[in-house]
């Protein structure tokens, strides 16, 4: 080969590019890449901080060399970091603070490390151990480095290379998950490979998730919630282990709200029960997670009993997040976005309708389930539900739903549903209003008047 080095000082660019070009790194016995490695590092030391576009295709060029032979397996990748310095000088470049060299040569440069850990522990170890302060930066700071900060991390957490925080690795990712959301951006693959991870292939996370800040649970929450929404995320469910821990969550934190008959709860810990909560129930939904809840009679009557407690907070004297917004004048305020009512902001938005998905979604061919709303008056608070009530979107359609399960093949709450006494009208808002004459209906449109009869023509 030729003399590179001699060649870039003259600035015979071209013909370092052929030369470079010329390289089979493919069909490069070890041995012979050892020598290669020496010309392609210090090429690259020579041009990675060039303003001139050749230099700089150049630095590129071995990089690129050095990234493909990263694929040739071990002995390669050894061979690269068996370089003096050569990490202390890929950390100065990465962390290069004045801005002096080109963007493309940083993010190649994170990329070559990233190679160099794949299924190799010792590199692993190596890259990790000096890189770590800035590899957890980059995955919280939702960069260009972010997805090979996140890839290296994973690789080094994957086959235990390196002794790493968990704790504050998932923190670091949850921020990064955070900042695309409110970015409205997609999450970095390997962040998402990364937590896919945790969630599905291993239950590490129960170990930790005690320590975490409620504002981290709480995004981790939201993204179960999502996760489990998506069908092509349905081939990889949660671990069985992180599932019960976060069963065990929902019922310790429920309890809270089940022993109180103050509407003031406290916001965070009510926040963290009601994400769960709506966890709970969209996952009643989806297998192989229904399954498992329905042989659950402790979350059955926990979530029994979370209902009726809403109702009797919703009917305290003062107004709070529970109680019914049912007029219809009201509620179509809420949706022109005249209200000053903020109901779809507040953290009670829905959730009296996720407890009845997931009690509807519970008694789902469950006989036991089926008996215990009987026995415990859950029927009776399952069909309060069936009216509109604009802080509970589908409410009703979920109630009619879990009536129907309810009743499914079971002879005894058809009966007990068929013995209820009629004591009276149920009081409705949008009948009331309508025989008041508040209510006019005119070529198809519906507004309010102060006359005391109802004009339907």
Request: hydrophobic share 40%; proline share 2%; charged share 25%.
């Amino acid at each position: 080969m030729i003399d590179v080095k001699q060649n870039i000082t003259d600035k015979n660019y071209d013909k370092v590019l052929d030369a470079l070009n010329s390289l089979n790194i493919s069909d490069t016995d070890v041995d012979t890449f050892r020598r290669e490695v020496s010309i392609l590092i210090e090429s690259f030391y020579v041009c990675h901080d060039s303003e001139e576009e050749p230099a700089n295709r150049i630095a590129i060029k071995c990089l690129n060399l050095l990234k493909r032979a990263c694929a040739r397996g071990e002995s390669y990748q050894n061979a690269i970091v068996a370089r003096v310095e050569f990490l202390e000088r890929v950390r100065d470049i990465l962390e290069n603070e004045k801005g002096t060299i080109p963007e493309n040569v940083r993010t190649n440069c994170l990329q070559l490390l990233a190679n160099l850990c794949v299924q190799n522990m010792c590199n692993q170890e190596r890259i990790i151990t000096f890189m770590n302060t800035f590899l957890l930066k980059n995955v919280s700071s939702n960069g260009g480095y972010t997805n090979a900060s996140a890839m290296i991390l994973y690789n080094g957490f994957l086959y235990k290379a390196v002794s790493l925080n968990l704790h504050d690795i998932l923190d670091r990712l949850l921020e990064n998950v955070e900042a695309n959301r409110l970015a409205q951006t997609d999450v970095p693959e390997f962040v998402c490979i990364f937590l896919e991870y945790l969630i599905a292939e291993s239950n590490e996370l129960v170990e930790v998730m005690g320590k975490v800040d409620v504002s981290k649970k709480l995004l981790f929450y939201r993204y179960l919630i999502e996760y489990i929404r998506q069908e092509d995320r349905r081939v990889r469910p949660i671990h069985p282990d992180v599932f019960k821990y976060l069963l065990a969550e929902f019922k310790k934190k429920s309890d809270m709200i089940l022993k109180t008959d103050n509407v003031q709860l406290d916001a965070q810990d009510t926040e963290e029960a009601f994400t769960l909560l709506v966890l709970i129930a969209d996952s009643s939904c989806v297998e192989p997670y229904g399954s498992f809840l329905r042989h659950d009679g402790g979350l059955f009557l926990n979530l029994g009993c979370l209902l009726r407690q809403m109702q009797l907070l919703g009917k305290s004297e003062m107004k709070n997040m529970f109680t019914p917004v049912q007029k219809i004048e009201e509620i179509l305020k809420i949706k022109k976005g005249d209200s000053d009512q903020d109901i779809e902001t507040q953290i009670s938005y829905s959730l009296r309708s996720a407890v009845v998905k997931g009690l509807a979604n519970l008694t789902y061919k469950s006989k036991k389930n089926q008996k215990l709303a009987r026995e415990m008056d859950i029927i009776a608070a399952i069909l309060e539900c069936t009216n509109l009530d604009a802080r509970n979107p589908l409410i009703k359609e979920w109630s009619i739903l879990a009536i129907h399960n309810l009743c499914d093949d079971n002879v005894e709450n058809q009966q007990f549903i068929a013995g209820l006494k009629k004591l009276g009208n149920a009081e409705n808002s949008l009948i009331t209003e309508y025989k008041s004459g508040t209510i006019r209906i005119s070529d198809g449109k519906q507004t309010h008047s102060a006359d005391t009869e109802a004009d339907c023509s």
